[in-house]
């Protein structure tokens, strides 16, 4: 396997955005070139979306691009960033996962800072990192992957428009901004997930039965919502 030092500048374009973040984001395009042809379009085509000519943000495009992140990851948010969360919601399988990551980390010399060693940034640094490349491979596949297909997933138009719904009737009010550009994060978590498919020659992903808490718990409120007000169905109605 070749050298996974560039998931160390994708770990970049998920880190939370501060002024110099064009810069960031130009800077992993180049760094993928033509070696990574999918990924290198999803990046353009968010780095043309940031709307900033140089590599520096203005003050009120860092607000707003920070505004954005912040709907996206972790307030009223459309997916998570903690990677375990996305697999295993609050099942004691986050935990150990955790616990195994947090050593991992250790070993290599990484700090997670504030975040959790599931943190998608942490994982990705940590990539860039590891020497056991069998176990890297085994958690790509088995953890990575499936979670970042996840993720993406809860970008697609009929999630954000059940989503938006609950929350107009629950939060009163949304941060403001365009259906495109509210769902722009779409792109960093589609570039990696490309590069790591030509990495590591992953096979296409089919979505499990939603076994987890997270994804229960999310789909269960939005259906309920969608179902407000229609007569219940039943097997025992004539």
Known sequence: MQTLAHYEQLAALLDYPGEDYPGQVRKACRLLGSRY???????????????SEGDVFSAEELNEV?????????????????????????????GELLVNLSREHGEVGLDCGTELPDHLPNVLRLIARWQDRELVLEFVK???HPALEMMIAEFGPQRMKQRNGLYKKHFKTLIVSSAERGTIF??????VLEVL??????????????DNDFLRSIGRELDIE????????????P
């Open 37 to 51: 042809p999918l990924a290198a379009a999803e990046l353009d085509a968010f780095a043309r979306g940031l709307l």
């Open 142 to 144: 088995e953890i990575l």
């Open 197 to 210: 498919k030509e990495d590591f020659g992953l096979s296409e992903w089919k979505p499990p039965e939603q």
């Open 66 to 94: 920070q505004e954005i992140f912040t709907r996206s990851f972790d307030v009223q948010s459309i997916t998570t960033l903690g990677v375990g969360y996305v697999m295993f919601g609050d099942d004691y399988k986050r």
């Open 226 to 237: 969608a179902n407000e007000g229609r007569p219940a169905q039943s097997g025992n109605m």
């Open 186 to 191: 779409r792109g960093p978590l589609a570039t």
